[in-house]
DNA sequence: GTCTATAGCCAGATAGAC
DNA sequence: GTCTATCTGGCTATAGAC
């Protein structure tokens, strides 16, 4: 590992290509500000990634390997089906408030692009569902939780902790917020949704 | 209202740009191709709808006035919570199964021009939750629903019915079903969201 | 109204000097 | 490794014949 004296070029282009890349997306992005962003010029971008789809590919794989272990890493641990959505709520909402672009990124691209995702499948850390699925199927059988599939839980999860993300200008403006409005509605979140999931799910 | 002998140009313009704008949005949108489906030439497109940008508000306008007054029926139509959460989501659910393409089309274009939907706030049927919110407050201080912010109830609701269909990759990667249980768990979710969201916040 | 041909531009990619 | 200059292709848009 050799560590240039600012920061090495290679680096700064990624950092510039992420940037750009994740606001506008493959189609909206251009070669020419990723290099301005960069402070370089067009032909170092080849130079180093030969071209724009390989760029982007790098993006998109580092994108992706930052939110998809988060789900595995609560996902799997050894903790009750109620801790683990109070700690991911908590979790992926307050790191997608620093990374607000992330979630709609991955989620634009793949649907541009659906067979994207099959080469992260063999992935350390790809999303796995068994341990999930047995602990959910055993609370049900003990009769901690309500009877509810592994799958739909974990979709009502996902959809209550992405969603407002994805859909930020439509809730805004449904609701009828401003920025710091939509900002503390996101904040609330973060306990709000473990709640209203813990309420649905639980027995008494 | 002219009747033509098969399809007015016009129309079928209409028709075969609203197919390839929602599959590839704006920016992966090729005038060549919209040509090509509608089966005329690209400067028939020119003649008709001036340039490229005024033919996608066409068609965003077109989708986007499809999808936004259903939230009002229901939400202003004289029921209960518990009832209108129920109608909701299974008119919402069987819609965007007929129109697979329609949310993330909107929810991606509104991303890149946020402003967008500031032009079809003065619509009418915009959504409103005026009568909505006061019907959550007033249920809450009658006690047949458990505390809840009308905003929140409103995006848990969003989120859970529209979710599935815009992260459809990802949860087929995530969950690891194919094309036909996907179908499936869309088509559960039918009754699965109401009755979620119902557990939760329903007082016993 | 509908077509063909083409103007004009812009973006990705490369050649080649330093 | 880094730059400037340029090629090449593709895309929107228009001119102009029918």
Redesign the pocket.
Known sequence: MKRAKDE???ERILEAAKNIFQSKGMNG????EIADKA??????????Y????L?FEAVFKNAFSLLAPQLNAVLNEDSSIEEKVKKFTLNYITFIVKHPYLPNFIIQELNRNPDFILQMKNNEGFPNLDIFKKQVDKEVKKGTIKPISAEQLFIHILALNIFPFVAKPLIMAFTNVDEKAYKQLIEDRKTEVANFIINSIKNI
Not at 29 to 32: I, L
Request: glycine letters at 4%; zero cysteines; proline letters at 0%.
């Open positions: 090495n070029t290679e992005a251009r070669m020419q402070g370089i010029n067009k032909a170092m971008l080849h130079y180093y030969r071209n724009k789809q760029l």
